[in-house]
């Protein structure tokens, strides 16, 4: 198994521009995940889905943050107008159902913004 | 209010020798709990877990100990090498299966 994939690996822009982040799950998964890591507060839950369907967005920062997961093998973080304090790790991660189950991480986006 | 608590931001262990990492919870609700580790660049990666109805788990060189009456989970890895050194988190599983995570200890090792 490829494990979960995450596009583009890095990510510059400027203050302003629309930045889409994106995620292939693990097959087999029925929940996603996306995380955000900063030096400041760690990693960060931002929204879950569970069958392509969102459960819980109340991590996610603010409106100018969103995500789909049109099907369950493809996901988009998007963040619209990007600010610089968006800079940070955003990880996706899936799993399995069942108590217990342990979350698959890809290995994240470094998004910069300027 | 942090709920899960790695209190030691680093720690340093000689080759060979036990590493052992501390987390603490506040909610006794807690079903799961998982210890991940990540090396710079990449995704955290799942190392071990225990469910609470247990107070040990062991996988080769890493075993894990939940203390319930106390709060407190602890990872040893013995013996320990330099591919340990990393960052490790721990994770507390809620009955939503949400995962609560800690702020990660950076391990270690030197040769």
């Known amino acids: 198994d490829a494990g979960v994939i995450q596009s583009p690996r890095h990510e510059v822009t400027e203050m302003g521009q629309e930045v889409t982040l994106r995620c292939k799950p693990i097959?087999?998964?029925?929940?996603l995940f996306w995380y955000r890591q900063t030096m400041m507060r760690g990693l960060e839950l931002l929204i879950y889905?569970?069958?392509?369907?969102?459960?819980?967005d109340s991590g996610m920062p603010e409106d100018r943050f969103s995500a789909k997961m049109p099907n369950a093998s493809f996901s988009t973080l998007k963040i619209q107008p990007s600010e610089p304090r968006d800079s940070a790790v955003y990880f996706c991660?899936?799993?399995?159902?069942?108590?217990?189950?342990?979350?698959?991480f890809g290995n994240g986006t470094r998004l910069t913004v300027t | 209010d942090q709920q899960v608590k790695q209190n030691s931001p680093s720690l340093s262990v000689q080759e060979g020798r036990i590493s052992i990492l501390n987390c603490d919870y506040t909610?006794?609700?807690?079903?799961?709990f998982l210890w991940y580790k990540k090396y710079p660049a990449e995704g955290p990666t799942f190392l071990i877990s225990?469910?609470?109805i247990k107070d040990k788990n062991e996988d080769g060189r890493f075993t894990v100990f939940l203390n319930k009456s106390a709060k407190h989970l602890s990872l040893h890895i013995v013996p320990s090498q330099p591919g340990d050194s990393a960052v490790y988190f721990c994770a507390a599983s809620d009955s939503n299966y949400q995962l609560i995570w800690g702020a990660g200890t950076k391990l270690i090792i030197k040769p």
């Open positions: 991660a899936s799993r399995e159902q069942g108590a217990g189950s342990p979350l698959h």
């Open positions: 225990i469910s609470s």
């Open positions: 097959s087999g998964h029925n929940s």
């Open positions: 889905f569970n069958n392509n369907v969102p459960i819980d």
């Open positions: 909610n006794s609700m807690f079903d799961y």
